[in-house]
């Protein structure tokens, strides 16, 4: 057989080598005989390993033979590419949605209310539900214009699930969009300042715009945005009425579904639902669909005591299921009386939460050695999902393995796999697995895998991080973590951050309380560079202040004026708090002399001059900004001396001078032109780019709009391959302006219109001056 054949074919060549039919071999290895058909015509994708070492067991193979089967397998698995955490767009319902039918009707009633949304509907087909409890007694907001809706119910009674049918049938009654934001209520509440910023990114507000209005402006710019529109928003898991209120529309025609445990009593003017476990005529419907209508009706009497043995809870029943599903050869009843000898073991189910832990308990008491401790120790993980890389951390194992043994997790129904190759482990799932951890893991073990998680994380953020950074870039021959992530580029390495950054700054933060304060300093110092690519963050000022408390338990005078120096970076371009800014920045020239750094002091200096001159005190910005140029050309600084120069030109031409703008403007034209400039290129792009665009407009002012229109083309060039779109739009308009003085209307035209199309990335003067240029045009 032939490595490159595909695994259906070396499967089906094996089994009749073998002399077995289809269901010998599934009798043999207990996989289903549809299973086993669907991959050989390659039906359907390669099973994981844990499959194929059952059928290669199944065809009691020799170790070649075992090795060709298990290479097939791999050899035919997808590539997997990991997504950035965290999207806002809702995933796809479940196939098999059953009942709920009142409910449905309720909230398609709602949507009615906020606009031009259909009435009452059917829901999903199935009996309607009993004893559910539609909300319809007082305090259920049931008043017209009712654009918020809560969903409440105990664990696992399907408010997610419900949530996302709602939002399927309403899809066209929302045109603009549907979104949703997990708040993670049960474990590590998201701040509603975050699922804000989420929010509003997902309703296509530019890093720009949120800049502009701050934090404080963020809470009324979405409900000025959903009161404008018509949006459909689920916020998942909600914690309190704290957390939620600050996402709540004030009106209009877009609706909010908010699920949670707690029925948010102290939210006003909202209809609510209650949802309790489904009727048993659901329950069992259910069961049948995950099972399968024939094997389900062959034993209808073991499929409603599981039903009932799981409390009649959607995810406790998909457990159950999903156990079922991939053990073809058990009967219904074989489970029924393995779920009442849990029940004995267990104790009498008498809270919802224990019947839900009941089916988990069935499942985890199934799985392989390597699988279960994999769960557990995923509980360890701190941001919302996760890649094999983190189980191969946290296992000590290969990536390919770890995926295999996590992919085990998702076939028992205990692990979500999501879009692009990542995971998520269900909020009562993680309780449940961090449950586990404490009583079969001991205390030191638990620690041994908390540190090697954190200690990979904040590495791989550094190494990340430095490939912005001059004299670093591509991680050192030394780096052991390729075998987890590659980093073989820096688009990788920005992928990477963005992607992985709820978990390492969880880790970062871990590491401050813990005292590893060389850690904590060292992530500061790698993101030096690459803060400037992702300036909207929002963490940004949060990492320097860690940064400088830990310098400052260090006692290390220069990295407390470096975290100082980024601290005021932070507060004047994330947060446009100037005046803190200078204060940071005089914290950080002193430490900067204490130390004896004088590039650090030519830092704070810079810094404090584009905060005085966002204030208007454009004399003092001056001379801080040569001052600074002066000090970093005393030590032969050329990475600062560029950023200085850059600085100066600004606040020259700030102050009216214009012609001394220029002479600088040139001189770093000059500098970056030379052979030996001895700077990293990314550095040297930025600034050719800024500082062309900079030309153009000394020309302009000069009138020499030949020049001007040549160096605004440049730099417009340069920008869009930086992917600086805001500093495009800057470009557009000067090029615009160009165009009209030398009589090329109609091409003026189209730059001046692109700008408006860039709007929401760009700075609202420049916005405004296209706008002004469009409107003065004579008419077409």
Known sequence: MSGEEPYGAV???????????????????????????????????????????????????????????????????????????????????????????????????????????????????????????????????????????????????????????????????????????????VDGPVDPGEALLKLLKALGVSDRRLSQEGAAGHAGLL?????????????????????????????????????????????????????????????????????????????????????????????????????????????????????????????????????????????????????????????????????????????????????DVMEELVEAGLLQATSGGRYQLHDLLRLFARGRLGREE????????????RGWLLETAVVAGRWYKPKYGAPPASWRGREFVPLENAEEARTWLQGEAPSWLAALRAAARKGEHRRVVETGDAMEWFCNLWVFWGHWSELYELAGRSAAALDDPGMRAYSHNMHAWALI??????????????????????????PQQASALSHAAVAHRKLGEL?????????????????????????????????????????????????????????????????ADMVRAHTTYALGLDHAETGEWSEALDRHREALDRFRTLGMTHMQASALLGTGEALIELGEVAEARRHLAEVLELADAADAEIVAGARKRLDALPAR
């Open 442 to 453: 001991t205390p030191e073990e638990r620690d041994a895998a908390e540190d090697r998680l």
């Open 573 to 598: 371009v994330c947060d446009h708090r100037y005046r803190e800014a200078i204060e940071q920045a005089g914290n950080g020239f002193a430490c900067a002399r204490l130390a004896g750094d004088v």
């Open 11 to 185: 499967l089906r060549a094996l089994r009749q080598r073998a002399r077995l039919t289809l269901e010998e071999l599934s009798e043999a290895s207990g996989v289903s005989v549809r299973a086993i058909g669907d991959m050989e015509r390659g039906r359907s994708r390669v099973p994981q390993r844990r499959t194929v070492v059952a059928l290669a067991d199944g065809l009691g193979l020799a170790e070649a033979e075992r090795e060709v089967l298990l290479a097939a397998g791999r050899a035919g698995r997808p590539t997997r590419t990991v997504a950035a955490a965290g999207a806002a767009e809702p995933p796809r319902p479940v196939r098999d949605f059953t009942g709920r039918a009142p409910q449905l009707a309720r909230l398609k009633a709602i949507a009615g209310r906020t606009g031009t949304g259909t009435g009452p509907g059917s829901g999903s087909g199935s009996a309607p539900s009993t004893g559910t409890g539609t909300g319809a007694g007082p305090g259920t907001g049931t008043g017209t214009g009712a654009s918020v809706a809560v969903i409440s119910g105990p664990p696992g009674c399907g408010k997610t699930t419900l949530a996302l049918q709602a939002v399927e049938e309403l899809a066209e009654d929302f045109p603009q969009g549907r979104f949703m934001v997990d708040l993670h209520g």
């Open 223 to 403: 409900r000025a945005l959903l009161s404008e529109g018509r949006h459909l928003v689920v916020l998942d898991n909600a914690r309190d009425e704290g957390q939620v209120r600050p996402l709540l529309p004030s009106g209009g025609s877009s609706l909010v579904l908010v699920t949670s445990r707690r029925p948010l009593t102290g939210l006003e003017d909202v209809a609510r639902l209650p949802l309790e476990e489904m009727a048993r005529d659901e329950s069992v419907e259910l069961l049948r669909r995950i099972l399968g209508e024939e094997r389900a009706d062959a034993e209808p009497e073991a499929v409603a005591r599981v039903a009932e043995m799981c409390g009649r809870l959607p995810l406790a029943l998909r457990v159950a299921g999903n156990w079922l599903d991939i053990r073809s050869a058990w009967t219904v009843d074989r489970l029924a009386r393995r779920l009442s000898d849990e029940e004995r073991r267990l104790g009498a189910l008498t809270t919802d939460d224990v019947r839900v832990e009941a089916a988990f308990e069935l499942s985890y008491r199934e799985l392989t050695g390597a699988a279960a401790r994999m769960m557990r120790l995923l509980s360890l993980v701190p941001g919302p999902d996760m890649t094999a890389a983190y189980g191969a951390c946290l296992a000590e194992a290969d990536v390919f393995d770890a995926e």
């Open 619 to 683: 004399q003092e910005a001056v001379d801080k900004a040569r001052a600074s140029v002066e000090l970093y050309e005393g030590v032969g600084d050329r990475e600062g001396w560029l950023g200085a120069m850059v600085n100066l030109g600004s606040c020259l031409r700030a102050l009216g001078l214009g012609a001394a703008a220029h002479t600088e403007n040139l001189r770093v034209i000059a500098f970056l032109d030379a052979p030996d400039k001895e700077v990293g290129a990314h550095l």
